[in-house]
Each structure stands twice: as C-alpha cells, then as structure tokens.
C-alpha cells in the first residue's frame, strides 16, 4: 500500500502534524481535532510507502492510521524523544568517524 499524502503543521501547537491523503477534506476532521490543531499550514506532499523512512513516525503506522480513520496526528516529541534523538545523532557521528 502507498498514499500520496498532504501534510500538515499546526498552527497552534509546535510540533504538531497532522497527515492527509492528498485532496482529502480537512473540513471533514473531528472538529475536537480541528480545535486543537488550529489552522492547517501545509508543509509538504509526500508518497508514502511502508519502507519509506519518516522522521518521527513509522510510514507502517501512518498509512494505517489513514486508511482506517482518515488522518494520522503526530504529536510533538517529548523531552525523552528529544534526548534519545540527540544520543542517536552522536552515536552516528561516532559512526562516521
């Protein structure tokens, strides 16, 4: 399975995406959803596939979540995320070198 997707960043809360399939109705979300993401600030369309490599998110997981409830919410990393995110990119430059 692939999707071509439209993704979102919030402009309420940093960190906060919000992932469509593309020329999906943003009107059409959970308004408890729409209140809370405030306005949809497009940040980028992508093809998604299972093996595809996403920042934060598991593509697996993503796609999913699309198919099942028509959107996949990211939610902004916690500060445990962001440390282990920092040891991975050392670790990877230990890697390098």
Do not use: C, H
Not at 50 to 79: C, D, H, M, W
């Amino acid at each position: 399975m692939q999707k071509l997707t439209s993704i979102y960043r919030s402009s309420k809360e940093e960190g906060l995406y919000l992932y469509l399939e593309k020329d999906s109705d943003i009107n059409q979300l959970p308004e408890e959803l729409k209140k809370r993401f405030g306005n949809a600030e497009l940040a980028m369309t992508l093809l998604i596939t299972p093996e595809r490599k996403l920042a934060r998110a598991k593509a697996s997981a993503v796609l999913e979540a699309i198919e099942n409830q028509g959107f996949y919410l990211q939610l902004p990393p916690t500060a445990s995320d962001i440390y282990t995110w920092e040891i991975r990119q050392a670790n990877n430059k230990l890697d390098q070198k």
